[in-house]
């Protein structure tokens, strides 16, 4: 089942009005789902709260219901409280550029190859890249059986919570990141995408129950692997994202399985980014600062608290 109550201290990323001019929606640098303003009275503090917060730059404590995608209370905290969040929040140093983009008009055959049309800076710091799909296939099964959905104690601990694909992509990802680094001995990226403005992103979650999700944005490890095209070997990038997929995927089509149309007539993706390995989520709602997790902590925190939900009811 899915949580029906969730307490965090969280910082605000964007205020959305939907059509009119009340707040209808909010997104906060910590979740990747969108959240509703409930109906009534509750609805002009909690709008004001989280207003006063963004201008602030000041973290609030929320209380949330994921089941509902609502939001049901905001408090300011204390004093040691905020001290306490800013001193365990570390921001990922000269993060790369974000880029907009029209999904429809990539071409998979040219976007996905690395050097030639992905010329991402960030590229240049490591060169362990996987030797071929056959490697980056046994690392997406090695990632995807340490699922929480799986009888049995994982090789990795805590357990990744893919059957929980409405929110925590930031925590699976950096365990995976962890995996793909110090136990395979290969590059590792992030590649962020984001729904800004009134877009949002959407996907049918299959593997859990064929429900329809959407976010604000979606992190997961990318991978660089060599290939053989017509006998010539290039590099391309690769996903490893088993909360979406069976398999790695063209980073291209990662992309377009987050503008699923028939789960939202909004379903677009606005801009995506390749960050370092060490980026965590966003810092704030324009997708161009990042955190990191150095010490695992939050990541740990969010796979456990997570890990025994599900995605579709």
Not at 13 to 30: D, S
Not at 32 to 40: C, D, E, H, T, Y
Not at 206 to 235: F, M, N, Q
Request: positive net charge.
């Amino acid at each position: 089942m899915r949580s029906s109550r969730e307490g965090a201290l969280l910082t605000v990323a964007a205020i959305r009005r939907g059509k009119g001019k009340r707040v209808t929606e909010v997104l906060f640098n910590e979740r990747q789902q969108i959240f509703r303003l409930p109906s009534g009275k509750a609805r002009s503090l909690i709008s004001n709260r989280l207003r006063a917060a963004s201008r602030t730059k000041s973290p609030v404590k929320a209380l949330l219901n994921p089941l509902q995608g609502t939001v049901r209370q905001i408090a300011v905290p204390s004093e040691a409280e905020r001290m306490e969040f800013r001193a365990t929040r570390t921001i990922l140093e000269r993060p790369a550029k974000s880029i907009r983009i029209n999904v429809d008009e990539l071409d998979p055959t040219r976007f996905n190859i690395v050097g030639r049309y992905l010329k991402w800076p960030i590229f240049r710091l490591c060169k362990r890249v996987m030797p071929d799909y056959g490697t980056a296939k046994d690392v997406f099964d090695f990632c995807a059986a340490q699922s929480c959905a799986l009888p049995g104690p994982p090789t990795v601990s805590p357990c990744i919570p893919f059957q929980y694909v409405i929110d925590g992509c930031y925590a699976r990802a950096h365990q995976m990141r962890k995996i793909i680094e110090n136990r395979f001995g290969y590059c590792c990226e992030k590649v962020f995408s984001f729904a800004l403005g009134d877009d949002r992103l959407a996907v049918r979650a299959d593997k859990w129950g064929g429900c329809c999700v959407t976010w604000w944005y979606h992190v997961a490890p990318l991978v660089r692997v060599r290939i053989k095209i017509l006998s010539v070997s290039v590099e391309v990038a690769m996903v490893i994202d088993p909360g979406m997929f069976n398999k790695p995927v063209l980073l291209t089509t990662w992309l377009m399985a987050q503008e699923n149309a028939s789960c939202s007539p909004d379903a677009r993706v606005t801009m995506y980014s390749i960050q370092a390995g060490s980026a965590y989520g966003p810092a704030n709602g324009s997708g161009t600062a990042f955190t990191t997790d150095p010490t695992y902590t939050d990541t740990n925190a969010t796979l456990i608290q997570y890990s025994g939900l599900t995605t579709c009811s």
